[in-house]
């Protein structure tokens, strides 16, 4: 059974960093590419990040990439999100996905997700 | 910046069939963009509903079905049941490894 859980969520001040963790069990973790998705409270969802199954590729949405930096460990079959210089409006339930390619590697799409870690940024 | 765009809401009645659309501020969707979609309920993870257009996910009920009518992707619910009153979203692939969600319908079965 595929199991993905994040953890490493928190209230952080302005401008202070947080390193999210999600561990993956139930697949050949470094097979698959994994995604983050987060969701501001009472807002929709937004696509954040993805690292390829060797982590050799990243790729970053606009409003992220500069100040979050996904990575990851297959030794240890866990996905990072560091974040750095957090603000206000990255308060945000971070979910972790496993990708999966809908035509050889593009047409990403997430099939499995985790329940989600809860990032508050107040002062 | 292209948008992806959906209803902030629709309703259907039980049984009513209906379909929510995802569509682009500029140009149209095609299979191009392997259109995905997902169901939420509040305060819970998202579950894959359908990707590559119209590929149901496994144990998703036939009900559910994915297309693109005219230049947006689709998702038709047939036969609604109370337990459809969710949260849907879109995604679409833009290449370059980035994917972008839609905002979201809030739908309501009533």
């Known amino acids: 059974e595929v199991q993905l859980v994040e953890s490493g969520g928190g209230l952080v001040q302005p401008g202070g960093s947080l390193r999210l963790s999600c561990a993956a069990s139930g697949f050949t973790f470094s097979s698959d590419a994994m995604s983050w998705v987060r969701q501001a409270p009472g807002e929709g969802l937004e696509w954040v990040s993805v690292?390829?199954?060797?982590?050799?590729?990243?790729y970053y949405a606009d409003s992220v990439r500069g100040r979050f930096a996904v990575s990851r460990d297959n030794s240890k079959n866990t996905l990072y999100l560091q974040i750095n210089g957090l603000r206000a409006d990255d308060t945000a339930v971070y979910f972790c996905?496993?990708?999966?390619?809908?035509?050889?590697?593009?047409?990403?799409?997430?099939?499995?997700w985790g329940q989600g870690t809860l990032v508050t940024v107040s002062s | 910046q292209t948008v992806v765009t959906q209803e902030p809401s629709f309703s259907v009645s039980p049984g009513g069939t209906v379909t929510l659309t995802c569509g682009l501020t500029?140009?149209?969707?095609?299979?191009?963009?392997?259109p995905s979609w997902y169901q939420q309920t509040p305060g819970q993870a998202p579950h894959t509903l359908i990707y590559n257009t119209n590929i149901r996910s496994s144990g998703v009920p036939d009900r559910f079905s994915g297309s693109i009518l005219g230049n947006k992707a689709a998702l038709t619910i047939t036969g609604a049941q109370a337990d459809d009153e969710s949260d849907y979203y879109c995604?679409?692939?833009?290449?370059?490894?980035?994917?972008?969600f839609g905002g979201g319908t809030k739908l309501t079965v009533l």
């Open positions: 690292i390829s199954g060797s982590g050799a590729d990243t």
């Open positions: 995604v679409l692939y833009m290449g370059g490894g980035i994917s972008v």
């Open positions: 996905a496993r990708v999966r390619y809908s035509s050889g590697y593009s047409g990403d799409y997430f099939d499995y």
């Open positions: 500029s140009g149209s969707v095609s299979t191009s963009f392997y």
